[in-house]
């Protein structure tokens, strides 16, 4: 009599598992933007022949990028751990995926109007996401690259020249790597990308800005929004270019300015007329409160532009240590030479040999502008016999001069007094005659946002080594990681304000579940990267499917994400 048992060998049973993990959150960000409808737009139509559309190719790419970087070679590998669909591929497809049609599909990406692409991305993101544009912050880093690039040379292909690898000046203090610079432009508001350009490894920063201002504009819409950048942008042709057009700007002078030195010797003259313009409390609880205080300088820069002076409680403390080490260590290292001068032994037989390594011990402290010395020589005689022997009447002596060097020193206290009078000091320049002191200020204190994007943009997106050999693939490859970090801005950008609408001040993401005030897009996606479906088949029929079971944490961060639940399993 059948008992209607079915007798499955286990040899023919397989257990696989589909990786979830945070893609769901970067494909809703991605969607939002309609980033895959732009790309195919932008992007030539596919040849028939072509295994995996490069639109396709370069989507599974950004994604890579930003869940995690793989090698070229390795993202086909990685692609089918994945529910295909969640990488816009059908079943299989993942097997197509290799650093060859990859780098084809970068090829295609490069000859394509990726300005525009950049434009339109960026309107979007503002469109979505009601980011504002009132206020944008420019700054650059370099990307080391490792190999010598002898054929990346810069040479045009189709109209578009590709940025040039060379020796510039290294920000990751490697100056025997050839470089590339990359120009990022981030709003205020909440620090996400706007624009951004790579460019030759040897570009000097001054000479980006028009550029950039220009194609800032062109996002914007409109020319009033507050332009923020380091002192390179003190210029005469880029504020004169940005003022020309309606436009306003806001930068710190540089110290090599005559206006700064003008102005440096204007607070030394003093008394001058502070008034406090912010104050918070000190790091630590036995710290000092830190607080700002603010003068408009008494005439325009040389350009005719308004400068407002600013002093940093904080800074002035740390200025004023830092010279008194300084000279305690120049002064040290003279009082060690003065004596080795005393010694027979020493080996410095001239005055300039002595005045040279007086000065470079002082230059070495960092000194030189309050140290002052002399040299002085003092000569001393000594007579020996000519022969041996007893001396008589007839002996003769010979004279022998010994030649001594003495080293006195002393600090130029005038000069003390006059650096020390604006210590903690810095002149914003700007071409905005309405805002206040206290607004420069906070705009300028804006700026370590924009830096750590880069550190993102270089820590967490790995964005070097770059390993590819083409320069052309490399300018479009900077494409996608820079869609990769405006995809992490939107998602930090979503959870903190998220988190301020539903009065959460911090979420438990930190081992031991400590406190995470500022949540970053790299914590909440390693988080949910172990979220994964497992699959069990026999003889390819489905017999069970367990859905991923997010934790109580990380269903919260995806509600607060307001992320679709269904490829996570859950209603």
């Not at 286990?10 to 309609?34: C, F, K, Q, T, Y």
């Not at 502070?274 to 408009?296: C, F, L, M, N, Y």
């Not at 000069?415 to 914003?428: L, M």
Request: charged share 25%; glycine share 6%.
């Amino acid at each position: 009599m059948a008992t209607g048992r079915i007798v499955v060998d286990p040899a023919d049973i397989n257990v696989s598992h589909e990786v979830v993990a945070g893609l769901p959150v970067v494909n809703a960000v991605l969607a939002r933007l309609g980033f895959d409808s732009l790309l195919e737009s932008y992007l030539p139509e596919p040849d028939a022949r072509c295994g995996l559309e490069p639109a396709r190719a370069i989507g599974v790419l950004v994604r890579n990028l930003a869940l995690g970087r793989q090698p070229l070679y390795g993202i086909g590998a990685w692609a089918s751990g994945y529910d295909p669909a969640l990488l816009g591929l059908f079943a299989g497809e993942a097997a197509a995926l290799n650093d060859d049609r990859v780098g084809r599909a970068l090829d295609e990406l490069f000859a394509a109007d990726r300005a525009s692409l950049m434009t339109a991305l960026s309107l979007a993101a503002i469109r979505a996401y009601a980011i504002s544009v009132d206020e944008l912050h420019n700054d650059s880093t370099s990307i080391c690259l490792y190999g010598a690039y002898r054929r990346a040379t810069g040479q045009p292909a189709g109209g578009v020249t590709p940025p040039r690898p060379a020796r510039g000046h290294s920000k990751d203090h490697r100056p025997d790597l050839k470089q590339l610079v990359w120009i990022l432009t981030v709003s205020a508001d909440g620090a996400v990308p706007i624009c951004h350009q790579m460019v030759d490894g040897n570009t000097e920063d001054s000479t980006t800005h028009i550029a950039t201002w220009d194609t800032c504009r062109d996002i914007a819409g409109r020319a009033d929004f507050l332009y923020v950048a380091d002192c390179k942008l003190a210029t005469r042709d880029n504020m004169d270019h940005i003022a020309a057009r309606d436009g306003r700007f806001l930068t710190v002078l540089p110290r090599t300015r005559k206006d700064d030195e003008t102005g440096r010797a204007w607070l030394a003259a003093g008394p001058v007329d502070w008034a406090e313009i912010a104050r918070r409390p000190g790091r630590r609880k036995t710290d000092p409160p830190e607080v700002w205080w603010a003068v408009p300088a008494p005439s325009c820069s040389a350009e005719g532009y308004r400068i407002v002076w600013v002093r940093s409680s904080s800074k002035r403390a740390n200025d004023a240590a830092g010279r008194a080490d300084r000279l305690e260590r120049a002064l040290g290292a003279l009082g060690e030479l003065a004596t080795s001068l005393a010694s027979a032994r020493c080996r410095l037989k001239s005055r300039a040999a002595v005045e040279d390594t007086a000065r470079a011990l002082v230059a070495d402290a960092g000194a030189s502008r309050w140290v002052r010395f002399s040299v002085g020589e003092e000569t001393t005689s000594q007579y020996r016999q000519e022969r041996r022997g007893r001396p008589g009447p007839d002996t003769t002596y010979r004279r022998i001069d010994h030649r001594r060097f003495t080293l006195t020193f002393e600090t130029d206290a005038a000069r003390v007094a006059h650096d020390a009078a604006s210590d903690g000091c810095f002149p914003f320049i700007t071409n905005d005659n309405t805002i206040s002191p206290a607004a420069m200020l906070h705009s300028y204190k804006a700026q370590p946002h924009l830096e750590r994007r880069h550190a993102t943009f270089k820590g967490v997106l790995e964005a070097a080594p770059v390993e590819l050999k083409s320069d052309y693939r490399i300018d479009a490859f900077g494409f996608c990681l820079y869609v990769a970090l405006l995809v992490h801005a939107l998602i930090e950008r979503e959870l903190r304000n998220a988190m301020t609408a539903a009065g959460i001040t911090d979420l438990p993401l930190y081992h031991e579940d400590r406190a995470c005030k500022s949540p970053t897009a790299a914590r909440v996606l390693e988080l949910l990267d172990p979220l994964a479906r497992t699959i069990v088949t026999h003889r390819d029929r489905l017999l069970a499917l367990q859905q991923p079971n997010p934790s109580p944490l990380q269903q919260q961060i995806l509600e607060l994400l307001d992320i679709p639940t269904s490829p996570y399993g859950t209603a």
